[in-house]
Structure formats: C-alpha cells, structure tokens
C-alpha cells in the first residue's frame, strides 16, 4: 500500500494518520522512535507484511513480466492507491478532496515525525499528491517520479504501459483484497502490543 492507503487505514482503524503513514520512514526498532508514532508504525507494519505475504497479490506479482519483477511489488502499491482513488467513495464517506484536505491538516500539524516525511509531506501538500492518484495521468507520474528515486531506474522500463495493461487483474486483486484489509486493520488496531500503546 501507498500514501493514500496507508492514510485511508489509520483513518479507518480510527488510528494517527502520521503515525501510520511514518511507518515507511521509521526503520529499526518501533521503541526507538517517539511514542506517539509506536503504535501507527506497528499497523503499517503489519499492513504491508500482509500485503506482501497475500496469494492475491503474490499472484498479482508473478503476472507482471520478468523484466518488471523487482519494480512490481511498488507498482502493485502505487496502482492499488489509483484503484482506490478512483472508487473512492465505496470506501469512505468523505469525498476524496474533503479527505485529502483533513490528512494533509493532520500531517502538517504533526509533531516528532521522521525528518525526510516531515520535508515530504510539504511536496505532497503542494503537489495534492491524494488528489493525482484518482487518474490515470496522476498514476503515470508517480510512477516517473518513483522511478527517478530509485538507484537503478531502469527496472521500471516500460511499467507505465504493463499497469495500464494490466488494469483489470490490478482492479480485481484490488477489490478483492483491499476490504479484507480494511477490516484487518481495525482487528490490529484492538492487538496492538500495550508498550506500543
């Protein structure tokens, strides 16, 4: 899951939405890092690994060509976000833009979070970063700038035109698990470890 998802599942498991979203920031042990974030880190945490570990998007994974095989964990992310802007409202009841607004207050405002998120979270603001996901030319520059980020760019060569091909196993993998991770989510959030509390 990416920014977008990350954000919509703390907001769901009625968990910080910073907290969660620096789970992609904070390495190392979650009780080195400030209390206020332990618990959001523990369910992004626990949000990717069972995203990584489903058969769907194992499944997802081993259909993207060999030559994308190491960018298609990401892309799978990245697309699951685009799914999930672009059915936005059977998943949440305030309209996309009133969301994203409320998540980038809540990050902005947010205190003792990882150096590089707090440096990202203004590009994100300025960029409306929520808002690109929902079409399909948002998708395809996120995928650019991700690819520039990385230190061997191209094992993203021809990704755009691979997700777009593969829209409909992206868009089934994607309404099949994402509910289920929706209610995991809030199943963790009652199991978080006490001194993550």
Do not use: C
């Not at 799978?76 to 009841?93: N, P, S, T, V």
């Not at 440096?119 to 650019?144: C, F, H, P, V």
């Amino acid at each position: 899951m990416n920014f977008l998802a990350h954000l919509h599942l703390a907001d769901n498991s009625k968990t910080d939405l910073a907290a969660n979203l620096a789970g992609d920031f904070a390495k190392g042990n979650i009780a080195d890092h400030p209390k206020a974030l332990q618990q959001g880190i523990w369910l992004h945490r626990q949000i990717d690994s069972l995203t990584d570990s489903h058969e769907l998007t194992k499944e997802l994974k081993a259909a993207f060509p060999k030559t994308l095989q190491r960018a298609a964990p990401i892309l799978i992310d990245l697309a699951f976000d685009h799914m999930l802007a672009k059915y936005w409202e059977e998943y949440h009841h305030l309209s996309l833009p009133d969301f994203a607004q409320q998540a980038y207050l809540a990050l902005s405002s947010a205190e003792q979070l990882p150096v590089n998120l707090s440096d990202l979270i203004i590009r994100m603001r300025q960029e409306n970063w929520l808002i690109a996901y929902e079409s399909r030319e948002g998708l395809n520059q996120t995928i650019k700038a991700v690819s520039k980020r990385v230190s061997k760019p191209e094992i993203f060569d021809g990704a755009i035109d691979t997700v777009k091909r593969m829209d409909t196993e992206i868009e089934i993998a994607f309404r099949t698990f994402y509910p289920q991770l929706m209610a995991y989510s809030r199943i963790w959030t009652r199991q978080t470890p006490p001194e993550f509390l």
